[in-house]
């Protein structure tokens, strides 16, 4: 259920750096985050609002998987440190945290396996 968000969150930050490389003025560039934040809030607000927590967990690893950063470097990338640090308390306090990493190989290889079926058209 979660895996299509993870891909979405991939193309978007994809298309966010292209533009962002583009635009010169840092005033504009941080405009432009706010719209995107804004478009990308009112798309899929309600869809993350109904995943289960063990869901939104799995959520934040497949963005680590695809974007090769954890949510807490994305969001101190894009909105900032108090903003990171913010997020990342709240996530603590629903037991889980930001700043851990996806681990194919280890912890999260039935994960990667899966992830690896659905790509391949097996699931």
Request: hydrophobic content about 35%.
């Amino acid at each position: 259920r979660v895996y299509p968000y993870s891909l979405v969150v991939r193309e978007t930050l994809a298309e966010v750096n292209y533009e962002l490389e583009r635009i010169p003025d840092d005033r504009e560039r941080r405009k432009y985050i706010r719209d995107i934040e804004k478009d990308v809030f009112r798309e899929y607000e309600d869809d993350v609002r109904k995943l289960t927590i063990t869901q939104g967990r799995l959520l934040l690893k497949l963005i680590d998987r695809e974007t090769r950063n954890t949510s807490f470097i994305l969001i101190q990338q894009y909105r900032g440190n108090f903003s990171a640090s913010f997020w990342q308390a709240v996530a603590r306090i629903f037991g889980t945290n930001l700043k851990e990493e996806y681990d194919p190989a280890g912890e999260d290889a039935l994960i990667e396996r899966i992830v690896l079926d659905i790509e391949a058209g097996f699931l």
